[in-house]
T-cell receptor, first 114, second 112 residues
Framework: AQSVTQLGSHVSVSEGALVLLRCNYSSSVPPYLFWYVQYPNQGLQLLLKYTSAATLVKGINGFEAEFKKSETSFHLTKPSAHMSDAAEYFCAVKPSGGSYIPTFGRGTSLIVHP | IAGITQAPTSQILAAGRRMTLRCTQDMRHNAMYWYRQDLGLGLRLIHYSNTAGTTGKGEVPDGYSVSRANTDDFPLTLASAVPSQTSVYFC???????????FGEGSRLTVL
């Protein structure tokens, strides 16, 4: 069984500030981990993914995430927030191998203030 | 490249009516999924299909049915809509085993 916890349903930052969105997971086998972004009135699109290669993963729009096995975490960061980063962000986990279905967190809404 | 196409984009429906949400993909992915998105609850899996001809139940399957007659199409049917089925519905697809999902733009359904 697998599960995902995203800490904080809303995160508010000022433009130019560090963005940190937290994700912790549980998985019975080594996981694949994903971050998706959803802009208003759109579907989800992949930001980045971890599939057992490098633990620091770089994604689109300047985002990156680090897989920390000891902490069972996959937090998403960006050094400097832009207004255009305002969106809903979802973390997802899938056990590696087999045809397991990804499990999504409940999402974190990122609010960027000018 | 179209990816995932969903129709309709928005619909208002009277309770008790039958409704089919359409989903078509052009990526030849094996697996397809239907999720509903509700405020505060994130994405919840309704039904899935790992390959054409097979389907499975997700977290919230009651009141919904699906079919997978071919690789490209995965319609979701509400046999008799109820107000609690008011939601935004997302169809997605993936290569089986990768876990990376490709999503449609969503279908916003309101049941009155």
């Amino acid at each position: 069984a697998q599960s995902v916890t995203q800490l904080g349903s809303h995160v508010s930052v000022s433009e130019g500030a560090l963005v940190l969105l937290r994700c912790n997971y549980s998985s019975s086998v080594p996981p694949y981990l994903f971050w998706y972004v959803q802009y208003p009135n759109q579907g989800l699109q992949l930001l980045l993914k971890y599939t057992s290669a490098a633990t620091l993963v770089k994604g689109i729009n300047g985002f990156e995430a680090e897989f920390k096995k000891s902490e069972t975490s996959f937090h998403l960061t960006k050094p400097s927030a832009h207004m255009s980063d305002a969106a809903e962000y979802f973390c997802a986990v899938k056990p590696s191998g087999g045809s397991y279905i990804p499990t999504f967190g409940r999402g974190t809404s990122l609010i960027v203030h000018p | 490249i179209a990816g995932i196409t969903q129709a309709p984009t928005s619909q208002i429906l009277a309770a008790g009516r039958r409704m089919t949400l359409r989903c078509t993909q052009d990526m030849r992915h094996n697996a397809m999924y239907w999720y509903r998105q509700d405020l505060g609850l994130g994405l919840r899996l309704i039904h899935y299909s790992n390959t054409a001809g097979t389907t499975g139940k997700g977290e919230v399957p009651d009141g919904y049915s699906v079919s997978r007659a071919n690789t490209d199409d995965f319609p979701l049917t509400l046999a008799s809509a109820v107000p609690s089925q008011t939601s935004v519905y997302f169809c997605a697809s993936s290569e089986a085993g990768t876990g990376e999902l490709f999503f449609g733009e969503g279908s916003r359904l309101t049941v009155l």
